[in-house]
């Protein structure tokens, strides 16, 4: 499975208990090359319900290139960052558009600058 910068993917994410788990989308923010090299991918949680306008960053329909959200809006949680390896990774459901991804990208900038 090619994982791109930008994908919106399906993860098997774990409860804090471990003994639970459950499919959710989450963003691929690694770059192309990382992910085609690494056995692990960065992504961001994405979610349903945005709390935080800071950090939460909206997606609509209009915003994705290829495939569906089921959502909408959805929201990108910039600061919920984290590592996985790739064969936890379901499906690709969707990709984003450049000029939403660059936004995202800007917004992860500002957060650890």
Sequence with gaps: ???KQGSV??????YSNLKEAKFRPALVISNS???EESIDIVLLRITSRGRDRKWDLI???DDVAEGTIDIEPS???????YTVEKNIVRKVVARLK???IEEIKQ???ELFS
């Excluded at 993917?9 to 774990?14: A, E, G």
């Excluded at 929201?75 to 960052?81: A, G, P, Q, R």
């Design 1 to 3: 499975m090619r994982l």
């Design 9 to 14: 993917v399906l993860v098997d994410f774990s």
């Design 33 to 35: 090359e990382y992910n």
């Design 59 to 61: 997606i609509l329909k």
């Design 75 to 81: 929201f990108v949680k910039i600061d919920s960052l």
């Design 98 to 100: 450049e000029g939403k």
């Design 107 to 109: 917004q992860l900038l």
